[in-house]
């Protein structure tokens, strides 16, 4: 299970990640990263509603997009867990207050879970180095 604090619930921060993150695409999921995690106007991020956060410090935050093309709900709740366990074990990895969401793409309901694993950490190499190197994002031109 995904840890409170690092859970993206309010379609807002969805609409943040997908909108103005970097996007890479794999075969069996698409990827997008938002560095800056503050949509505009929310200003409040340690308040009453997210006790878990600690002062100055806001953590990685993850949500999930698994449609009905993917499968029956028995599949899509499959692979929503184990996207869930794939992205726990990376999210120390990613920069402070990031904005990630991750969205499956029909062909993840067949996947096994290696064959997630792969995509995903290739998607999340190409999306940090391009951060690193300033990179253009991937999604221009659109």
């Given amino acids: 299970?995904?840890?409170?604090?690092?859970?993206?619930?309010r379609r807002q921060d969805f609409a943040t990640a997908v909108k103005r993150g970097r996007r890479a695409g794999r075969p069996l999921l698409v990827v997008h990263l938002n560095r800056d995690g503050q949509p505009g106007g929310q200003t409040d991020r340690n308040s009453d509603s997210r006790p878990h956060v600690a002062e100055g410090l806001p953590s990685a935050r993850?949500?999930?997009v698994v449609s009905k093309a993917v499968g029956p709900a028995v599949v899509r709740n499959l692979v929503k867990r184990r996207l869930r366990h794939l992205v726990r074990e990376r999210l120390s990895?990613?920069?402070?207050?990031?904005?990630?969401?991750?969205?499956a793409?029909?062909?993840?309901?067949?996947?096994?879970?290696?064959?997630?694993e792969q995509d995903l950490d290739?998607?999340?190499?190409?999306?940090?180095?391009a951060e690193s190197t300033g990179g253009a994002p991937t999604g221009a031109g659109r």
Avoid: C
Avoid at 105 to 116: E, M
Avoid at 122 to 129: D, K, N, P, Q
């Fill in 1 to 9: 299970m995904l840890p409170s604090e690092n859970r993206l619930r």
């Fill in 62 to 64: 993850a949500g999930f």
């Fill in 93 to 103: 990895g990613l920069p402070a207050g990031s904005l990630i969401v991750v969205r």
């Fill in 105 to 116: 793409l029909p062909q993840a309901g067949a996947a096994t879970y290696q064959d997630l």
């Fill in 122 to 129: 290739a998607a999340l190499r190409r999306l940090l180095r």
